[in-house]
């Protein structure tokens, strides 16, 4: 009897990608293999997230657009599981009940065991349980890349922000021991992997748990000291837990990369008290200091939202100064919108959609002008990019390559690598959202990680025709569409293409 075939569609943060790594890895321990080409596959698994937009709009708009599959290919199952699983619950076979399976962030592991069992008892099978079965970095794991791996260290949120809805589907803070973290890693160098991002909802509050408020500096510091790492990110900190050791442990510890994604949210003092954000604007803006007194060069990014509930015109005016001392590289804007469930949801004061949009327009003009103006400085700076795939989509056209610098920004260049490989070249021009580099200098140093990934990518002898390569997992960095401004178009019309 064949095997049956999967297919993993995720949505959300890096925490869901991750997820996913393991959810595949479940599946093929239980025999289940990756399905080839454009075949339709056996089991569909839709990994949600709760926290955009219209989530629940996008998830039952692509059900129904599997029914036909569904009703076409007998035997064929759905399984939803993520965050709008462990929100909705039973509501999703209610409004979709050719739906198989319904699990929550707690019980990945019990996929293959639900889908057996919706098989065998000819029903839908909808199981949430309320807290961490197992850690999900104790299952097995399916990872897309051969030079970057995530390693979570904690889950949950032990943070109270009003906007957001991931502490109650995510549960409390749980974190890892460091030994555990440390033999993951140790792992995934050892299997020629050269870039690691530590994950948490929270991830410098890591330690909490099990009592030192100076693990995660600990944490940097133990990593460095693993043979074959070369480049150490984490994501997402929280300004409260941002402590000077942490700085300390990033400028000593030679792996971790010279970027920090550090939420700001609002610059206002205001509206981060409606948010329950237990840090003010001067706070956040002395812990960008002492970075940068520590790593002159770092590139620190950052989250801004627009229009929360109560936000006045002199409210948005605090954000704007905020991020014009920042100078942030690069800021993952969004227009506040409000979430079921949560506090803000209802909140007097909604601002209006207009506002929220014309002030949103604002933050995008100044944020690109400021990530123009860092990029033109990396101008004639030599950079080291580690190659990668998925981060150029017009490379194939422009006989580029792409990858991320050590300080995660992106890099368009010319070189005869492979995903994997680490480049050494000098930018050349710079654009709001990447660099260039065509000097024609490019050093190339093939790596063990560029060897695997070539060795994926070509067929084996008798294996099936049409199964598709290994897509790249991001370098830690979030990726944001965002609208034309003068400075993106300017910018559009001086670099080359």
């Not at 937009?53 to 569904?70: I, T, V």
């Not at 004061?349 to 860092?374: F, H, K, M, N, T």
């Not at 024609?440 to 060795?455: C, F, L, P, S």
Request: proline share 6%; glycine share 10%.
């Amino acid at each position: 009897m064949a095997a049956r075939t999967y297919e993993v569609r995720t949505y959300g943060c890096q925490m869901n990608v991750h997820d996913s790594e393991r959810i595949a890895g479940t599946l093929e321990q239980s025999g289940y293999v990756r399905v080839a080409g454009d075949q339709a596959p056996d089991l569909v698994v839709f990994n949600t997230c709760a926290v955009r937009e219209n989530a629940d709009n996008k998830l039952y708009g692509n059900l129904g657009r599997l029914r036909p599959d569904k009703t076409a290919k007998p035997g064929m199952q759905i399984a939803v599981g993520g965050c709008l699983a462990q929100k909705d619950r039973s509501t999703i076979v209610r409004r979709a009940p050719w739906v198989d399976v319904v699990f929550g962030t707690h019980n990945l592991g019990s996929l293959p065991a639900l889908l057996e069992r919706s098989r065998h008892n000819d029903e839908a099978q909808v199981e949430i349980r309320e807290a961490l079965e197992t850690f999900p970095s104790a299952l097995p794991a399916r990872r897309e890349s051969a030079y970057s791996a995530w390693v979570s260290i904690s889950v949950g949120c032990d943070n109270t922000c009003t906007f957001c809805i991931v502490p109650s589907l995510r549960g409390r803070e749980r974190d890892r021991s460091p030994s555990d973290v440390l033999a993951e890693v140790a792992a995934l160098a050892g299997e020629g992997i050269l870039e690691v991002t530590l994950l948490g909802q929270n991830v410098n509050s890591y330690g909490r748990e099990f009592g030192d408020r100076a693990a995660f500096g600990k944490l940097l510091g133990a990593c460095g000291a693993v043979d074959g790492l070369e480049r150490l990110r984490f994501t997402s900190p929280h300004p409260r837990d941002f402590t000077d050791d942490v700085i300390a442990a990033m400028a000593q510890t030679p792996v971790v990369c010279p970027s920090l994604h550090m939420p700001l949210q609002s610059g206002s003092d205001d509206v981060l008290r409606r948010m329950r954000r237990s840090y003010r604007a001067e706070r956040f803006l002395g812990i960008l200091a002492r970075v940068r007194d520590a790593l002159p060069h770092a590139a620190i990014t950052t989250d801004v939202i627009v229009g929360f509930p109560g936000e006045t015109e002199q409210d948005f005016a605090g954000t704007l100064d905020v991020v014009r001392e920042a100078r942030f590289a690069s800021a993952f804007t969004f227009q506040y919108s409000p979430r079921p469930g949560t506090p803000a949801a209802q909140m007097a004061g909604q601002v209006p959609a207009e506002v929220v949009a014309e002030r949103y327009a604002r933050l995008i003009a100044l944020q690109e002008e400021i990530s123009w103006d860092g990029n033109k400085a990396v101008v004639g700076r030599e950079v080291e990019v580690l190659v990668a795939t998925g981060e150029g989509r017009k490379d194939a056209g422009t006989g580029r390559i792409s990858g991320r610098a050590r300080d995660g920004r992106l890099v368009h260049l010319r070189a005869d690598a492979r995903p994997g490989d680490v480049v050494t070249t000098t930018v050349t021009a710079a654009s709001p959202h990447h660099l260039l580099a065509d000097a024609g200098d490019a050093a190339v140093r093939r790596t063990r990680a560029g060897d695997i990934g070539e060795q994926r990518r070509a067929p084996s002898v008798g294996s099936a025709p049409g199964i598709a390569a290994p897509v790249g997992v991001g370098l830690g960095m979030p990726r944001l569409r965002v609208q034309d401004s003068p400075a993106a178009a300017t910018a559009a019309a001086t670099a080359p293409a």
